[in-house]
Structures are given as C-alpha cells and as structure tokens.
C-alpha cells in the first residue's frame, strides 16, 4: 500500500506539472493574442488619425475651389446683368433664385441620404473587417482551440448585424429617396424655364462656356466637400469604438512606446546597480581602506588574561559561595535555588540597549553557604553551541551583548565609540561594547564555538557575522572578502574582520538562524534593525 501510494503522488506530481505547463501555454498565447490585438488597434488608430488629417486638408481645399469659382460666376453674371433690360433681368434672377435654392435642397437631400448611409453603416464595416483579422489570428497558435470558434462566431454574427442594418438603413431612407426624386424633377422644369428667360440674354458663347465651366468645376468642389464631411464623421465615429474597444494591454502599449527605452534603462540600472557597487567598493574603496590604520580599543601591553573552555550545547556550571550569576530567560536546563529579576546591563541609564540585547531583563541567583549547580542551554534552537571565557583583573574584551547569555563575577561592561574610524563606519559599528575585570562570560554562536589566536604576521579574515567577540588589545581592521567573483554575485559579504596580536578573538561556524527561510517583510526588518543593533556595538 505504500509502494502504491507513493506511486499515486509520483504520477499526480506529474499530472499537475503537465497541467501547469499547458495552462502556462494557453496562458502565453491568450497574452500574445492580446497584444496582437493591441497592435492591430494602434495601427488602426494610426491609419484614422492619418486618414483624419488628410481629409480635413482635402475638405479645406475643396470648400476654397467651391467658393472661388462661385464668387468668379456670380461677378461675371453681375457684369452681363449690366447690359440686359431691367425687366428681364429681374425675371431672369427670380428664376435664378428658384433653381438655386431647388439645387439646394436637392443636394441637401441627396447629402442627407449619403451621409445617414455611410455613417450607419461604414463603422459597422469597419468593425467587421477588424473581427475578420481578429479571427484570423484567434485560428492560428495553440490557443486556437479555445478561441477560434468564439471569434468565428462573432465574424458571422458582425456580418449578419451588417447585411440587416444595410437592409433596414435603405428601407428607412426609401421615402427620403422619393423626396429626392420629385425634387429633381421640379429642378428640371425650373431650369426650363430660367433657360428660356436665359435664352432672351444670351451672352456670347465664350462667355457661357467659363461660367458652365466654373460652375460645373463648383458643382464638383461641394460634391467633394460633403464626401469628405461625410467621410470625417464616419472616422469620428471608428475613432470612439476603438477608444471604447480599448483596455489594459493597449495602456501597456502605449506605454511602451512612449516610456519602453527609458524603463528598459531604469530597470538595467536597479537590477545592475549592487553588481556595480560591489565592483567599485572592491576595487576602488577597499584597497584605500586596507591601507588605513586598524581600530585599537585597549593598548596591547595593557595586563589581564583571557581563557575559553571546550564549547557545548548543554554547558553545566557551579556557583561556589558568595559567587552570583546573571542569565537570560529560557537558557537554564536545570538550577537549584529560587533565582530573582534584575536588571544588569547598563542599570536604567541605557533602557534601550539592554531591551535591544535582552539583558533588560535576567535571572539572578547568588550561592549561600552551599554551592549551586546548573546548567545552561538553548532548548530552542539546535544549532546553539555555548562557550565559556573567563577574565582576570582584563582590560576589555569586545563582545556583543545579544550573544550573552549569562555573566558571572564582578565584570563590568563598558562601552567605546569611533565615530572617527573609517574601519567603524564602514562595517556600521560605531560603538564597540567591552566586559572589563574578573568574571565569566558565556556567550552563543551556531555551530562549534571557539576561540583562534590572532597571531602577529599572518592575520587571519574571518565573515563578520561569525565573529562573537574578541580581545580589545586587538588590532582590529575590516579587509576585502575574496575572491572577487564571490563578492560579486552576492555569495559572500564585501567586508571580513582581521585581527591582528598576540590575542585571541572568538567565532562561530554559522551565525545563529543563518540559511533558515525567511519572508521578505522578515529579512527587510532584519535588515534594518540589523544596522541598528551593528551601530551601538549590541550585535
């Protein structure tokens, strides 16, 4: 039965992976659609606005030959009027007068029926031929399952909405139509008679033949001219479909083309920006900074010594008489007595420190006339290693009050800034936190915990997040961390500490909670109070 169940989630494992790439597929392609479709609405967009532009050109021009050779006929007729009778020029104007205001209406109707034709209907041909290229690509890639007959459908149904639309158009323009006819043939039988009252004052052929000519070239400038007005409505009117067609991928779009080269830059520069300042500090600020002298926090013949035990995860003690000791909550495996609340580390003159540390806070206990035994440990983490450091008559030995665990003896804790160190500001610790005098300190680290001499010549680079503490009378420095690839891709820490005596300095394989998964609001906070703590000497 487990062989079989095993068996069952080997092969839903990879009935889920197949669905997921398939539904990536379909996904790509819905997307590549999408976009196609945005970039058949930008060209057309591009083809109206052109299209606009020329027509309202063409409608200027056509209105201006319209107007030049009307004014050009109506001067020369006013020159002829001059010489022919008064009667029959007045009789000549009012039949004039009647046809042209017949003409009028017959090409005001004629425009009319033009104009309700191809506004109805030329943007639902418009809308027609896009679906038709939306079709076409819905048919093709391999999403053409899903969405080719969808879009087939929508091609049909558009064109059947079409041939209705022209049918009902034309039945509903049929009277408008007759109207038209009756008035071209009134049109007619004025123009008869004005050609009989025109016959009377003939001018002389040359004459008649400029003015048939400008006005049939007038005649054809205004046919013009409603076409294109005609034809500038129509586009309006695509216009406001494909702004009504428009939607997220055709914003991207356009974003694209206006913003695509400075994005690709803006996002070049976030992405490339840690590599290059990583290459720059490496190579251009670090080998300035190795030349500068290192952070000296007690003179190196000052006297006091300094031992370490064995490290363990369960580290017993005795307390003999008279000796007390401090601890942090939650690391006693076993005590005898009843301990008490103090608060060591700096008293209330640094409230914020001592919170920061978890040394706001301890467990007491002093042995009376018999000794006490415990035993220190973290039952919370695995990975935690204790180690003990005894100090005698020490003159400051660096260490980092939230990896103390528990202090013993009369050991003092102070504390030394270097606002002024190039070393201190760039590894962020302005402030360096010393246990001074005669006592024990035990202190945390992942893994195996130990103490390493530092030695005079060879000056050994240690990461500094391994780094728990170290004897004040060290010259302590901050080096490059090699090899420079390994800086580069972020593997490894720009900086290393390097110590540099006849002492010794404690470290860590691993710092505590190092590799475990973390959110990234965790590692942003982290990060922040990280700095914080690195500052004022706590961490």
Not at 126 to 135: F, S, Y
Not at 455 to 484: H, I, K, M
Not at 494 to 502: C, I, P
Request: proline residues 4%; contains cysteine.
């Amino acid at each position: 039965m487990g062989l079989m169940g095993r068996l069952l989630r080997a092969v839903g494992a990879w009935i889920a992976l197949i669905a997921l790439l398939v539904a990536g597929v379909v996904l790509a392609d819905l997307a590549r659609l999408a976009w196609h479709d945005a970039q058949i609405r930008a060209a057309e967009q591009d083809r109206l606005d052109a299209l606009a532009a020329q027509t309202d050109a063409d409608l200027a021009t056509a209105s201006s030959e319209a107007s030049t050779a009307r004014d050009a006929v109506s001067a020369g007729r006013q020159a002829w009027n001059h010489t022919v009778p008064e009667d029959v020029r007045v009789d000549l104007e009012a039949a004039e007068a009647g046809v042209g205001e017949l003409r009028d209406r017959a090409g005001r109707m004629a425009a009319e029926f033009e104009s309700q034709l191809r506004t109805e209907l030329e943007p639902q041909r418009a809308a027609a031929d896009r679906l038709a290229e939306r079709t076409r690509l819905a048919c093709t890639g391999v999403a053409s399952v899903a969405t080719c007959g969808w879009a087939s459908m929508r091609e049909e149904s558009a064109l059947l909405a079409l041939a209705r639309a022209e049918v009902e158009v034309r039945a509903r323009l049929a009277d408008l139509e007759r109207k038209i006819e009756v008035r071209q043939a009134s049109l007619t039988d004025a123009e008869a008679a004005r050609d009989a009252l025109f016959a009377l004052t003939q001018p002389p052929p040359e004459m008649t033949g400029d003015w048939a000519a400008l006005e049939a070239d007038a005649a054809d400038a205004e046919a013009r001219a409603q076409d294109l007005a005609a034809q500038r409505d129509s586009l309006a009117e695509q216009e406001r479909q494909l702004d009504a067609e428009s939607g997220l991928s055709d914003q991207l779009l356009a974003t694209w083309e206006e913003h695509g080269l400075r994005l690709a830059l803006l996002a070049a520069f976030i992405l490339g920006f840690p590599y290059l300042r990583r290459t720059v500090m490496w190579w251009l600020v670090a080998p300035v900074v190795e030349r500068d002298a290192a952070v000296q926090l007690v003179p190196a013949d000052a006297e006091g010594t300094a031992r370490t035990s064995d490290c363990a995860g369960d580290l017993p003690l005795v307390l003999e008489s008279g000796e007390e000791l401090f601890v942090r909550a939650g690391y006693l495996l076993r005590e005898e007595g009843k301990p008490r609340t103090r608060f060591v580390y700096g008293g209330w003159r640094h409230p914020f420190t001592s919170a920061a540390a978890g040394l706001l806070e301890l467990e007491w206990f002093r042995a009376r006339e018999t000794p006490l035994r415990l035993t220190l440990g973290n039952t919370g983490d695995p990975d935690s290693q204790l180690l003990r450091i005894d100090l005698v008559d020490h003159p400051g030995f660096v260490v980092h009050p939230n990896q103390v665990v528990a202090l013993t003896g009369g050991l003092v804790l102070k504390r030394r800034w270097r606002l002024l160190h190039i070393h201190a500001w760039l590894t962020w610790q302005l402030r360096f936190v010393m246990a001074t005098g005669t006592g024990s300190l035990y202190v945390e680290g992942g893994g195996h915990v130990r103490a390493e001499p530092a030695g005079v010549g060879n000056r050994p680079r240690v990461p500094q997040s391994r780094v728990l503490g170290f004897d004040g009378r060290l010259a302590y420095r901050c080096v490059r961390s090699r090899p420079f690839f390994s800086v580069l891709v972020g593997r490894r820490g720009l900086w290393d500490d390097s110590f540099a005596g006849e002492h010794a300095f404690v470290v860590a394989r691993t710092a505590l909670g190092e590799g475990r998964p973390r959110s990234a609001a965790r590692r942003a906070w982290d990060a922040v109070w990280g700095a914080a703590e690195r500052a004022l000497g706590i961490g």
